[in-house]
């Protein structure tokens, strides 16, 4: 009776155990950060996370992510630091593949400052926002700072920076691919 228990408790024990797969670890590089804001890198897939401060419970988390086609993450940082050079009108608005990201500028402290304000699934009732960031802020934001930009063109999987360059030897300032001409489009209030 005591070889059945324990050829039943063995088997059990083991088809227990054959329901759990160990899943690809696939690394997520953090590019730059500052405060509630950062640029992440999966592969060729950059995300940018941020605090929403558009929700009553501050804990909320939100994202937004694009491919990086035709440099459009260096495009994305020039239109970003061009619009702190002269502050548009109206705020730029950028169609990405799931969302509508809106750049909204303005003065703060006579300082000028940027915000993302994120349509969540296209969808102009769920919006997020998130704090608003100065130029220094979203240098360290895109990795200028601490030399992680090198990461845009590269693969995520490269563990250092100073190797010899694998993929892409081309770099383009080219703006986001989605929206070329996203400082003509207006917004609509």
Same mark, same amino acid.
């Given at each position: 009776?005591?070889?059945?228990?324990?050829?039943?408790?063995?088997?059990?024990?083991?088809?227990?155990? +054959?329901?759990?797969?160990?899943?690809?670890?696939?690394?997520?590089?953090?590019?730059?950060?500052?405060?509630?804001?950062?640029?992440?890198?999966?592969?060729?897939? *950059?995300? &940018?996370?941020?605090?929403?401060?558009?929700? %009553?419970?501050?804990?909320? &988390?939100?994202? *937004?992510?694009? =491919?990086?086609?035709?440099?459009?993450?260096?495009?994305?940082?020039?239109? &970003?630091?061009?619009?702190?050079?002269?502050? /548009?009108?109206?705020?730029?608005?950028?169609?990405?593949?799931?969302?509508?990201?809106?750049?909204?500028?303005?003065?703060?402290?006579?300082? #000028?400052?940027?915000?993302? &304000? =994120?349509?969540?699934?296209?969808?102009?009732?769920?919006?997020?926002? %998130?704090?608003?960031?100065?130029?220094?802020?979203?240098?360290?934001?895109?990795?200028?700072?601490?030399?992680? +930009?090198?990461?845009?063109?590269? #693969?995520?999987?490269?563990?250092?920076?100073?190797?010899?360059?694998?993929?892409?030897? =081309?770099?383009?300032?080219?703006? /986001?691919?989605?929206?070329?001409? %996203?400082?003509?489009?207006?917004?609509?209030?």
């Amino acid at each position: 009776m005591r070889k059945i228990i324990l050829l039943i408790t063995c088997m059990f024990g083991v088809s227990v155990f +054959s329901q759990i797969k160990v899943l690809k670890n696939e690394s997520l590089v953090e590019i730059g950060k500052d405060n509630s804001v950062g640029l992440y890198k999966k592969e060729d897939k *950059f995300t &940018i996370n941020y605090q929403d401060l558009n929700t %009553s419970n501050l804990n909320t &988390i939100r994202s *937004f992510s694009f =491919q990086n086609m035709d440099g459009d993450v260096s495009g994305l940082y020039k239109l &970003i630091m061009d619009g702190f050079l002269t502050t /548009p009108d109206e705020n730029i608005i950028l169609e990405l593949p799931n969302d509508i990201i809106e750049l909204h500028y303005e003065k703060n402290y006579g300082q #000028p400052t940027v915000q993302f &304000i =994120q349509y969540i699934n296209k969808n102009r009732k769920y919006v997020g926002k %998130s704090q608003f960031l100065n130029k220094k802020q979203m240098e360290k934001v895109f990795g200028r700072v601490n030399g992680k +930009s090198a990461m845009y063109e590269k #693969p995520a999987t490269m563990n250092h920076i100073n190797g010899t360059k694998a993929g892409s030897s =081309q770099a383009s300032t080219a703006a /986001p691919s989605s929206n070329g001409n %996203s400082k003509n489009k207006k917004s609509k209030k």
